[in-house]
């Protein structure tokens, strides 16, 4: 799972011209799911966004109070294109958990967000929908984090996947020629008193 955290003074997301939801001072949460992501992940983000350090204290310290210290607002979007893997230039998807799993799973994160903080202090936005988010950073601060049961780097998975369809190619067109040569059986020791004839074929050979 992937996360792009924001620390801002507001955000909201709109649906067309329909507001769905906004925040004051907190932070704006950008959501990616993978294929991979379990409750795992779902425990480490929503412990990581509660309790990130990424406010100022009273006496004016960076970094030095959560969200739920200052009692700020979270808006919490998820966004599938973070689990992006360029093939080129063009970006591809399959990374991401597909719809029909992913929006069980959001729900989920959402609230585990709202039993481990305030119900009241959690936004979300309208999955599945075309939305404007208006995101105001702070600072401008912004972290990008990653759960450690997370998939590999992408350029690694696209690595993987060659790899794996080049295993696929092979094992569609039979066994290598390498591979026949091996299994085909050792010519028998020709016997020292062999005729010339045999000299011949192997100086014929040489020659070639």
């Not at 003074?9 to 990616?32: N, W």
């Not at 450690?148 to 369809?165: F, G």
Request: aromatic residues 6%; proline residues 6%.
């Amino acid at each position: 799972m992937k996360a792009i955290i924001q620390r801002v003074t507001t955000a909201s997301v709109t649906v067309g011209e329909v507001p769905i939801s906004s925040i004051g001072r907190g932070l704006c949460v950008l959501l990616g799911i993978s294929m991979e992501d379990t409750q795992k992940d779902v425990d480490y983000m929503v412990r990581k966004i509660l309790n990130l350090r990424l406010f100022d204290d009273e006496n004016g310290r960076a970094w030095s109070k959560s969200v739920m210290d200052k009692e700020y607002e979270v808006l919490c979007v998820s966004q599938f294109t973070l689990q992006c893997i360029l093939k080129g230039n063009k970006p591809d998807f399959h990374a991401a958990m597909p719809a029909e799993l992913s929006q069980p799973f959001y729900n989920n994160i959402l609230e585990h967000l709202r039993s481990t903080y305030k119900p009241e202090m959690i936004k979300g936005g309208q999955f599945g929908a075309y939305m404007q988010v208006h995101i105001q950073n702070d600072g401008p601060v912004t972290i990008e984090l990653v759960s450690p049961s997370a998939p590999m780097d992408p350029k690694q998975l696209a690595k993987q996947e060659k790899q794996q369809q080049r295993k696929e190619k092979q094992r569609s067109k039979g066994p290598s020629e390498s591979g026949r040569e091996r299994a085909a059986p050792r010519p028998r020791a020709q016997d020292p008193n062999a005729s010339s004839g045999a000299d011949g074929d192997v100086s014929s050979e040489r020659e070639t």
